[in-house]
């Protein structure tokens, strides 16, 4: 029977084929892009090597200076987070990079661009890379401004073939350095941790970042255990209400969160109601792409079950009830 059921289906269906096609290419493709969009965000926000830790991470990934007539938004800079993510209780490590900038590197005449990112050495505590080659660099190698680097995978292959890179030199940015370790390579949507290249803080060209408040760095700090997260968001909040003005009388804001936390904020520039929002954002989003295609599907048995009238009656007359008649449509 739903052999049968099947076979007069597909028949239908063929009866008007391009407006078949057309309804099922907009369920599909309505339905792929849901799909996307959700593998996307789980990319972005979801915990993944090496971001195996998130579940009990926060960061301060924005800060806002704001005087009396001005407001100026951003990373925070080396000094905010110096003077304020040291010590927190309830942490057990903290660690503070820079984000991505982009560099160039030569190879035998060739330009090769790359993401370069400054870190400290606990960065790779926080963080669990699983290395290729070699390992991370320590914190005396940052406390001492030795010129060593660690590399991803692409970037081995682009510079160095297929030849080891573990105590090779390579030029970015106009400084050398020598590689001390190769990690896989790390998608740019994971945003807190991707680079092609990362160095010790303290190799900057010059010390210009030690004195900003808004600059380019992000703090990661790794919990004891995801119960001690409010704690400190609190103390860290307290901390940075407890700064000096600076800058013409400038007040600094910043938050300890998770990167969605930060995002929510952003957008919404409500800290209380921010993640509320936003999750009421993506879920209307989502609850009209399921709509639209639940819509389509609907149009096409409706117009299919009134092309069908009279066989409906002459089955209904035969004593089949509405049960079945679902069932088979």
Do not use: C
């Not at 190698?141 to 692409?154: G, L, Q, T």
């Amino acid at each position: 029977m739903f052999l049968s059921s099947l076979k007069t289906a597909v028949k239908v269906l063929l009866r008007r084929k391009f407006f078949t096609a057309a309804s099922l290419f907009g369920i599909s493709f309505t339905l792929v892009v849901l799909m996307v969009a959700a593998a996307m965000f789980d990319h972005v926000f979801a915990p993944r090597a090496p971001e195996v830790n998130a579940s009990r991470s926060v960061g301060v990934y924005a800060a806002t200076l704001q005087g009396p007539h001005w407001q100026h938004n951003g990373p925070p800079g080396y000094k905010l987070l110096s003077q304020t993510i040291r010590n927190l209780p309830g942490a057990e490590r903290v660690t503070l990079h820079t984000g991505p900038s982009d560099e160039v590197a030569f190879r035998n005449g060739k330009r090769i661009s790359l993401q370069l990112k400054r870190t400290d050495g606990d960065f790779w505590r926080v963080f669990q890379f699983k290395f290729l080659e070699g390992g991370p660099f320590t914190d005396d190698d940052d406390a001492y401004a030795r010129f060593v680097a660690v590399i991803n995978e692409s970037t081995r292959r682009r510079y160095f073939g297929t030849e080891k890179a573990v105590g090779q030199a390579i030029e970015v940015g106009g400084q050398r350095f020598r590689v001390v370790g190769v990690v896989p390579d790390i998608p740019a949507l994971r945003i807190v941790v991707y680079s092609d290249v990362w160095v010790p803080i303290r190799t900057a060209p010059n010390d210009s970042y030690k004195s900003q408040y808004i600059g380019s760095f992000l703090g990661t700090i790794l919990a004891k255990s995801k119960a001690d997260i409010p704690q400190i968001q609190e103390e860290y909040r307290r901390r940075v209400s407890q700064l000096p003005p600076v800058e013409d009388k400038g007040t600094l804001t910043a938050e300890a969160a998770t990167l969605f936390e930060t995002f929510a904020t952003m957008t919404f520039r409500d800290s209380r109601r921010a993640v509320a929002k936003m999750a009421g954002v993506f879920a209307a989003a989502a609850l009209l792409f399921m709509i639209l295609p639940t819509l389509n599907l609907i149009n096409l048995n409706v117009s299919r079950i009134l092309e069908r009238a009279s066989e409906i009656g002459v089955r209904k007359a035969f004593g089949a009830s509405s049960r079945v008649l679902v069932g088979q449509f």
